[in-house]
């Protein structure tokens, strides 16, 4: 086994350091972007570049736009509560 | 003849089901969809990637107390998986906190998605089409 595959391997063998902050919540993105292109992989019947990407980009602001209208809410929900 | 093209037929869904789980993407590409199969391979295998690099392969935890949901959706990837599970069954990949649970996470979507996948190449291939309704 090289060096160069002793490191690529020694990535997935321990964990990151992700701390529950704010920040952590970016993890979301390239998950909302996964689930908009498989979706519309499966869906579309003709697959183009530039309608595939739009397509997928379409779902993926639309899934986006659904949270943070989502999180605005249970935020603003949160607030009056404890004002 | 009814009988023979019936059994046939029985078969290529198998083949096709079994090799959309083998390798994601495989079942389109047998059925001429090379760029679906192509984006699908790509996004599914990436996603596993980034789930194992987030919190080590010890997110895959089959033998140990993981949910049975979390352990069904990580085996819908491919059977990878399952040498990945016999790597970590002795528990020496400890993996704990939200790198856990990001990871946990990113590896059950990309087998969710595989499995939806899986039954969209099967319907595929059992209606005869080559392109699906779109949505």
């Known amino acids: 086994m090289s060096v160069m595959d002793f490191l690529v391997i020694a990535t997935f063998t321990a964990p990151e350091h992700i701390y ?6 970016l993890w979301l993105l390239p998950l909302t972007a996964t689930i908009a292109i498989v979706y519309k992989a499966t869906k579309l019947p003709t697959i183009t570049l530039d309608l595939f ?6 779902l993926f602001g639309s899934i986006v736009g659904f949270i943070i209208i989502t999180a605005s809410v249970l935020y603003a929900l949160a607030w009056l509560i404890s004002a | 003849m009814t009988r023979l093209s019936k059994e046939n037929h029985t078969q290529i869904l198998l083949i096709v ?6 390798v994601p993407g495989a079942g389109y590409f047998v059925l001429e969809e090379k760029k679906r199969a192509i984006i699908i391979f790509v996004t599914i295998c990436l996603t596993l990637c ?18 049975p949901y979390v352990k069904a959706a990580q085996l819908m990837n491919s059977p990878v998986v399952l040498l ?8 020496g990949y400890p993996v ?8 946990q996470i990113y590896t ?4 969710l998605l595989n499995l939806l996948c899986v039954i969209n190449a099967v319907s595929l291939a059992h209606l005869g089409k080559t392109a699906p309704a779109g949505d």
Not at chain 2, 96 to 103: C, K, L, M, T
Not at chain 2, 108 to 111: N, R
């Open chain 2, 108 to 111: 059950m979507v990309a087998g």
């Open chain 2, 96 to 103: 704990y906190g939200w790198p856990n649970e990001i990871g």
């Open chain 2, 50 to 67: 980034i789930g194992l690099y987030i919190g080590s392969i010890g997110v895959i935890d089959l033998q140990g107390q993981s949910p």
């Open chain 1, 20 to 25: 529950p902050n704010p920040q952590a919540m």
């Open chain 2, 17 to 22: 089901g079994l090799l959309s789980w083998l």
């Open chain 2, 84 to 91: 990945l599970a016999n790597r970590t069954a002795g528990g």
């Open chain 1, 53 to 58: 990407l739009k397509e997928a980009a379409i």
